[in-house]
């Protein structure tokens, strides 16, 4: 991977310039309808934008979208597998005398969140700048799956907390830059009117990977099996995507000279110089800070607030009703949208929708209406998960730094995770209990889905 980093970094000539805005070289598309033959401006003869910088506009095949779809499944099998499973039975094991279990844990899936909060974008970023005859994307996806196999072996081998942290922190690091690379393909090869199918198919594949990965961790037989069960499921499943399935290269003499200043300030999502990227980040994260307030206490809301006999067994089944109308909304909301070429009223709509099941919530507690609340949130976060997918990819503001937008726009997805439990300790405790949370929840996500009426280039 070294030898990447590097090739990704090294300048190129310093004659060629991209020009900002525009560096696809292509005039602001409108409503994902091509503009003529990609041209670089400026003075003297018009020089074409290389494949890798221009906007796609052949339709891709059910092949590479299969093909991506499974290559995605295989990294939430890496991540889950271990966390729904193995790392809360290897804390057990490994804790030393007198630690909790719970704080080696939370040490361990605190640490590994941090790294992958941090390695997204600057994955992204780097792919962005690969250059070499296979790609941008491509090495960045088999050196992740690599390093994230071998993270999974590491852990399976590991016979201290110590060593289980620092193969779970691999994991997330290089399974990080395998995500940055493929969620990249997409805007590099999908044109606009597509991507909202192929973002509902990477929805689907993201839950059954999940539910995968779980099933593979429990059914392994044991600690060290599941995590080689994980490895090798992680390693291959992206074999057809790599394998068959051609990058865009990128000239070297395209790259803009690097330097570390301009390198680290491009992380910086700037409101002013891109308004519609900021306003559909901060949709995802509200929207996505209220789902995740939703969920972190709903063994607790089931126990305390509803008195359910058997709490465990009523969030499987409440996940079940939720996993089953997300998988029944995600790929027909994509379709849908494409076909229409709008995602601002899916967008709404599908917040309102969750903000009106949040707020079931708090007003009919009862088992009844936490399966109606389920429901709708499932049908919500299918129409939010591809649909809000396009729309970010439609809202990059250049061709050179998908990977890196991208990447920051995944933390949106990670931070909540983060905020969610500081937030819902003291409302739960001081500001009236479970109802407060969820019309606090509500509230938020009502916020998120209204913002998206904010971004003027997207209908």
């Known amino acids: ?188 090869r999908v044109p606009r009117r597509q991507r909202g199918a192929v973002g509902g198919w990477l929805g689907v594949a993201q839950i059954l990977g999940v539910l995968a990965g779980t099933g593979l961790a429990t059914l392994a037989g044991g600690v060290t099996a599941g995590y080689l069960a994980c490895a090798a499921f992680t390693l291959l499943a992206p074999l057809p995507y790599v394998l068959l399935h051609r990058d865009a290269v990128l000239p070297a003499d395209r790259r803009p000279p690097f330097s570390w200043r301009a390198f680290l300030y491009g992380f910086r999502l700037s409101p002013r110089r891109h308004p519609d990227l900021a306003w559909a980040w901060l949709t995802r994260f509200l929207i996505n800070l209220g789902n995740s307030l939703v969920l972190l206490y709903l063994l607790y809301y089931l126990r305390d607030a509803l008195h359910h006999p058997d709490p465990e067994n009523g969030v499987l089944l409440l996940t079940a009703v939720n996993g089953a109308l997300l998988l029944a909304t995600v790929v027909v909301s994509g379709h849908w949208s494409d076909r229409t070429g709008r995602r601002k009223p899916f967008v709404l709509g599908a917040g309102v929708l969750m903000t009106a099941a949040t707020a079931l919530l708090a007003g009919w507690q009862t088992w009844p209406g936490a399966l109606v609340a389920a429901a709708l949130l499932g049908i919500g976060f299918g129409v939010f998960t591809s649909v809000d997918f396009a729309l970010m990819t439609d809202v990059l503001p250049a061709a050179a730094d998908r990977g890196k937008d991208l990447g920051i726009i995944n933390i949106a997805n990670s931070l909540p995770q983060v905020v969610a439990p500081a937030l819902a300790a003291p409302v739960v405790r001081y500001l009236g209990g479970y109802p407060a949370l969820y019309l606090t929840a509500a509230a938020i996500g009502l916020a998120g889905a209204l913002f998206v009426r904010r971004i003027r280039g997207v209908a």
């Not at 091509?34 to 910088?53: C, E, H, I, M």
């Not at 093909?67 to 271990?82: D, E, I, Q």
């Not at 390093?147 to 779970?168: R, Y």
């Open 1 to 188: 991977m070294g030898g990447g980093v590097r090739a990704a970094l090294r300048p190129g000539p310093r004659r060629l310039r991209h020009p900002d805005p525009h560096p696809e070289g292509v005039l602001p598309l409108a409503a994902g309808r091509a503009a003529g033959p990609a041209v670089t401006p400026g003075a003297g003869p018009a020089v074409a934008a290389p494949d890798a910088l221009a906007e796609p506009a052949e339709p891709v095949g059910a092949g590479w979208t299969g093909a991506l779809s499974l290559a995605n499944g295989a990294l939430w099998v890496g991540w889950f597998g271990p966390l729904q499973i193995l790392l809360a039975l290897q804390a057990a094991e490994l804790a030393p005398p007198g630690t909790a279990k719970e704080s080696v844990l939370a040490w361990v899936t605190g640490a590994g969140a941090a790294v992958a909060l941090a390695a997204t974008p600057v994955f992204g970023a780097v792919s962005d700048r690969t250059a070499g005859r296979f790609g941008r994307r491509r090495p960045w996806l088999v050196a992740g799956v690599l390093g994230g196999a071998g993270g999974h072996v590491l852990l399976a081998t590991a016979g201290t907390w110590q060593l289980m942290l620092l193969g779970w922190c691999l994991v997330q690091l290089a399974l990080s830059a395998a995500f940055a690379a493929l969620t990249a393909a997409v805007p590099d």
